[in-house]
């Protein structure tokens, strides 16, 4: 699947919010990993949360601010970010356009094992 039929689904409302209100689309789901393609919309922050598995993000589109355990830092298309499981964490859209990004997630991403701070 390419991005742009994510995108395509995803604008039409082929999408679930998670626990920390990120909108998101499930691409892949298998014993090793999951892979899901998120979007926040300009303006939004998603809810502190950490969760008991590692996790990297992919910015596709956008730009934002993401908080890993105390620490800042400014995301936009291209980057790479790599979480440690069970870090404290949130990320901001601080764009005008939506920001769009992928999500790796080992081992795979398991609802009971996220816990929201906020």
Known sequence: ????????EFLE????KSQDSTEIIELEKNKDYSLAYGELKPGIKN?????QMREIYYFL???GI???EGQQEKVSAGKFVTIPKNAVQWLKNTG???????MLVNPPYDQKKE???E
């Open 13 to 16: 409302g082929k999408h679930t």
């Open 61 to 63: 589109e956008g730009e």
């Open 66 to 68: 993401i908080e890993i």
């Open 47 to 51: 809810r502190k949360h950490k969760i």
């Open 115 to 117: 816990e929201i701070l």
């Open 96 to 102: 005008e356009k939506p920001l769009r990004f992928l």
């Open 1 to 8: 699947m390419e991005i742009r039929d994510i995108i395509k």
